[in-house]
């Protein structure tokens, strides 16, 4: 039915609209195939390779074609988008692949450095590269007033070439140049989401013991860090300035004497204070060198000191 569905779509398409640019996908695990099924949804031909050939298998029955290796998919088409399993995954994918005259997506979770090395090793292969950094989950992708989008970065020619296809499944952002910032990016920001959640852990652990319905808890919770969630623009002006007492309303020598409260609360409910001491024992450091009218934003400047530097 779906490739019933998929081949009427593109039959019926207005005569005077060219067919939309095609592409191939290689990874189909559950981000791969949902980015598939949000292209073919919109009349994208589409070739695909995953290295269980069910999985592929899967979304050729529903319009998309199923090529028998990665080098023959690669061959399909001028775009070329991955999604696998890590850095070395897409080396071993497009280790037999004519990649000559290709435009290479690199939508795999990687590090900064392995983006930077990716996209040198592809430009050395004769292909342009981007970089992306995926910021959504699968039951985000197509949906557009879920707010997904993808960091993109490497060859801004290659993005705006690209854009409108890019744009199909999840929003796009842009954010530079350099190989390595879509993934950095994805990195920062996902670092601050398990921040959150280490946060949240903690505090659901203090009343776990209670007669308190977690339940309850949870919207305060939530509105609590919505409400908290702007600080991090006074943050960013600090470190633009380099003025961290301008606007603070609770300095770091404030938070710093409140610190044992949190402490005490969590031995007396029996609770491990495990993700708030290092953050805690950052702030008393940053005080030992600093003002105690600045703000939060000095540990920014020890996280980034190096051993014997």
């Known amino acids: 039915m779906h490739r019933v569905a998929a081949s009427l779509n593109r ?4 005569p005077d609209h060219p067919e939309k640019p095609s592409l191939t996908l290689l990874g189909l695990g559950a981000m791969g195939s949902a980015l598939a099924r949000t292209w073919l949804a919109a009349g994208h031909p ?3 390779w995953n290295r269980s050939p069910a999985r592929a298998a899967t979304i050729a029955a529903e319009g998309a074609r199923a090529a028998g290796s990665a080098a023959e998919a690669v061959a399909a088409n001028s775009l070329v988008i991955t999604c696998l399993l890590d850095d070395e995954s897409v080396g071993d994918a497009l280790a037999g692949a004519d990649l000559a005259g290709k435009d290479l997506v690199n939508l795999t979770t990687s590090t900064p ?11 050395e292969r004769g292909a342009r590269y981007l970089d992306g950094g995926i910021m959504a989950v699968p039951p985000m992708i197509g949906v557009p007033e879920a707010g ?3 960091f993109y970065s490497g060859s801004r020619e290659l993005f705006e070439r690209h854009r409108e296809t890019l744009a199909v499944p999840v929003g796009t952002t842009y954010v530079g140049e350099d190989a390595g910032f879509a993934a950095l990016h ?10 959150m959640f280490a946060g949240a852990a903690h505090a ?3 009343i776990r013991e209670e007669d308190i319905d977690p ?3 949870a919207p305060l919770l939530a509105d609590w860090l919505v409400a908290m969630a702007p600080s991090v623009h006074q943050t960013a002006d600090h470190l633009k300035s380099g003025d961290y007492t301008k606007g603070v309303v609770s300095n770091l020598g404030m938070q710093v004497a409140g610190t044992p409260t949190f402490l005490d609360t969590a031995e007396q409910q029996g609770v491990s204070p495990e993700l708030l001491v290092p953050y805690f024992a950052l702030m008393r ?8 009218e600045e703000s939060l934003t000095g540990v920014v400047d020890l996280l980034r000191r190096r051993p014997n530097h």
């Open 11 to 14: 039959m019926t398409q207005h």
């Open 46 to 48: 589409l070739t695909v």
């Open 113 to 123: 450095a392995q983006a930077r090395a990716r996209g040198a090793w592809a430009r």
């Open 148 to 150: 997904g989008y993808v």
């Open 186 to 195: 994805d990195v920062a920001l996902l670092s601050a989401m398990y921040g």
């Open 204 to 206: 659901f652990a203090l």
């Open 215 to 217: 339940a309850s808890l």
């Open 285 to 292: 450091r940053r005080l030992a060198e600093s003002s105690a």
